[in-house]
């Protein structure tokens, strides 16, 4: 995956390719009978309608954050976990919140049996961040947000980067946000198509 993938398509942080080379992806899906496809290029579903990102887009999302390790890093959508047991290898600690609570629950279930012992999970709104552990070094959303939820900006530290998907339903782009004593700075770095983030600030639940 890391020299077939990642490498060719340009991601360079020798950490984040670590990483990714030692955590077993295919543990992260819940179904025994996609671990075969659990290294391919492309998303899989974990069960509520969600599913696990690429690897070239976690390694994207991974390395605009430039974690150094010792950094507090917030997750927003906890999904399989794969992405917070990545992060955990990158990061002094991981705080990740998930919507769904039988996703969170299979997520720490497997960040545990690795030994991800530096995450943190709680079930909640994710579009709120996670304010009493505020301020945080970086934030990643692996949720598309109609916009920048603006408490995200307010719980970054000064030169904390946040990195999320932005725009419509079908449709967005990813967005790095670097947060200065001035104000914000934005870098779109391409399209995407992420699940919805759902939320006070984001995406309202559909009813059934």
């Known amino acids: 995956m890391v020299e077939t993938q990642l490498i060719p398509r ?32 492309f998303p899989l579903p974990i069960g509520e309608k969600q599913t696990i990102s690429q690897p070239y887009i976690v390694a994207v999302m991974t390395e605009a ?9 917030l997750e927003i959508g906890t999904g399989s976990g794969y992405q917070a047991a990545v992060l955990s290898m990158l990061a002094y600690k991981v705080y990740s919140i998930e919507r ?8 720490r279930k497997v960040l545990d049996s690795i030994g991800c012992s530096n995450v943190v999970v709680r079930i909640g709104d994710g579009t709120l961040g996670w304010q009493e552990e505020a301020p945080f070094d970086a934030i990643l959303t692996t949720a598309a947000a109609p916009d920048i939820p603006r408490c995200y900006i307010e719980q970054l530290k ?25 104000g914000i700075i934005r870098q779109d770095m391409g399209g995407c198509r992420f699940v919805k983030l759902v939320g006070r600030y984001g995406w309202k639940i559909e009813e059934s």
């Open 10 to 41: 340009g991601i360079k942080d020798g950490r984040v390719l670590e990483a990714m080379r030692t955590i077993p992806r295919h543990l992260f899906v819940p179904e025994e009978a996609l671990w075969s496809q659990a290294y391919s290029d």
């Open 65 to 73: 954050m430039e974690l150094k390790g010792t950094e507090k890093v």
């Open 100 to 107: 769904l609570s039988q996703l969170a629950a299979r997520a």
């Open 158 to 182: 000064i030169g904390g980067r946040l990195v999320i998907p932005v725009g419509e339903e079908y449709s967005q782009t990813l967005a790095k946000v670097i947060k200065t004593n001035k």
